[in-house]
């Protein structure tokens, strides 16, 4: 069996090919975890959205993946399905100790991968200081706008560095080539 059908059939542990990547050491194992026990990462979830109020909104109906370093889980994505073609990312997030690694872009790229063989796109709602990471990810139309939705959505004041966030601003990566 090819290294695709491995990640198609076992979608619950798969690991990644990590020599194209300078940032993360070559002698460390990465692999994907399928997650049940969601709400277990419930304090990693909140580092990225700080209300569980939201976060409990989307995450039943939702595909958690950790990226698992040795034995850890360090970074954790989840993934809403929208309809039969398209999907939303709903939470990326990297233990702190974790960030600037490259471990939530690795974990991005190996979910859009596999869910290219069903979905034609993914959907991100971001706040404007995150929009060149997605961008650079390949999340490069712009869909919308939510004016006020941080501010509308959350009883707290939510900051990304020292910007207050407002706004969302959506935007989508193609999944299959046309």
Do not use: W
């Not at 309809?83 to 702190?96: A, G, R």
């Not at 190996?110 to 997605?134: A, R, S």
């Amino acid at each position: 069996m090819s290294s695709e059908e491995d990640r198609y059939y076992n979608p619950n542990q798969v690991k990644l090919d990590i020599t194209t990547d300078s940032k993360i050491e070559k002698d460390e194992k990465l692999q994907v975890k399928r997650i049940e026990n969601k709400e277990d990462y419930m304090n990693i979830l909140l580092e990225a959205d700080p209300s569980k109020t939201s976060i409990m909104k989307y995450l039943k109906d939702s595909d958690v993946y950790g990226l698992k370093v040795d034995e850890e889980i360090v970074s954790i994505a989840v993934i809403l399905h929208i309809d039969n073609n398209t999907l939303e990312l709903k939470n990326l997030v990297t233990k702190k100790e974790y960030r600037n690694k490259g471990y939530a872009k690795r974990l991005l790229k190996h979910l859009c991968g596999n869910y290219k063989q069903k979905y034609d796109k993914i959907l991100v709602g971001t706040t404007e200081n995150n929009i060149p990471f997605y961008v650079k990810q390949g999340f490069d139309k712009y869909e919308k706008t939510i004016k006020n939705y941080f501010v509308d959505n959350y009883d707290e004041e939510i900051k990304d560095g020292n910007m207050q966030c407002v706004d969302m601003y959506y935007y989508s990566k193609e999944l299959q080539k046309k």
